[in-house]
């Protein structure tokens, strides 16, 4: 069964090769009428969350940046899907990497660092985007598919040239590794923890929050600064990064404090523009 579902999946990534974007962001605006008017995923969360965080907004307001997050929801499918086919420089034409000076500098100076972001506008381009517009090595975390098959296809094809994915299972594993010159491991940052007992509380929109310890964590381990990438959606299918020093001496901070500096960033770009983060995500099913 895995290598069935295997080769639909390749059947619908070879497809996606010959359709230009226009034509498949056109097959997007269905996607949303389908998800957000007929089977209405995850409408409930999705609602919740709005309104959670941003009490002040009036019924009206939530209304429309969820049908917007809807509709960026359905962009993002369709780009993953893309993804897989497009080559390194057609992705860096759209997902433009700027200022960025901050790692840049580290570069320089033989540090490696911790480029932490969260799930708002693209971050699945990332990886392959990458490779040439960073001085670092990029290293991404990933969690592995149960589908043996696809996920070995994800390791070839979601980063190109120097980036390369690691399993967030063997991350402790990751930042021991040699890479022969200066990386910086990129972490999605703002899910979920798993367990209450490991998180770190924060205010995050407006909510008391439980966020993961692990990029905190090894950055205070070997002192690596900390920056981090704000995506900002310039059109349909166009993205630009700009990276900010968010710690450059880890060791020098209090416990919690970089990630309290993290999400406080991150809270600024979804107060800016809401629609474009991932609202369907049960961000805060845990409670303390």
């Not at 056109?26 to 999705?46: E, M, P, S, W």
């Not at 709005?50 to 962009?75: M, T, V, W």
């Not at 349909?236 to 020093?245: A, C, I, L, S």
């Not at 960033?265 to 629609?275: A, S, W, Y």
Request: glycine share 4%; aromatic share 18%.
């Amino acid at each position: 069964m895995d290598f069935l579902t295997y080769l639909v999946f390749r059947f619908f990534i070879f497809l996606f090769r010959f359709i230009p974007f226009r034509l498949l962001f056109g097959f997007a605006d269905l996607i949303f009428y389908l998800v957000f008017y007929v089977v209405g995923y995850r409408k409930n969360v999705v609602f919740e969350n709005l309104r959670n965080s941003f009490p002040q907004k009036s019924e009206q307001e939530i209304g429309r940046i969820a049908k917007a997050f809807y509709h960026h929801f359905a962009d993002m499918l369709i780009e993953s899907l893309k993804a897989f086919t497009m080559s390194e420089e057609a992705i860096i034409k759209r997902y433009t990497f700027i200022n960025t000076e901050a790692p840049d500098n580290c570069y320089r100076e033989g540090k490696q660092v911790i480029c932490v972001a969260g799930h708002y506008g693209n971050w699945e381009w990332a990886g392959i985007a990458a490779g040439k517009q960073m001085l670092h090595k990029p290293v991404g975390f990933y969690k592995p598919l149960s589908n043996n098959y696809i996920d070995r296809y994800i390791q070839k094809t979601r980063v190109q040239g120097r980036a390369k994915l690691a399993s967030i299972a063997k991350t402790a594993e990751t930042f021991k590794t040699d890479w022969d010159e200066p990386a910086a491991f990129y972490m999605v940052a703002d899910q979920s923890p798993s367990s209450s007992r490991l998180a770190y509380w924060v205010d995050f929109l407006h909510q008391e929050t439980a966020t993961i310890h692990g990029p905190e964590k090894y950055a205070r381990i070997y002192n690596m600064p900390v920056v981090f990438a704000s995506v900002k959606k310039v059109r349909r299918g166009y993205y630009t990064v700009d990276f900010k020093m968010l710690e450059p001496e880890p060791t020098q901070t209090k416990t919690g404090e970089i990630t309290r500096r993290f999400m406080k960033m991150l809270e600024n770009v979804i107060t800016e523009n809401p629609e474009y983060y991932l609202w369907s995500h049960r961000r805060w099913k845990l409670k303390r």
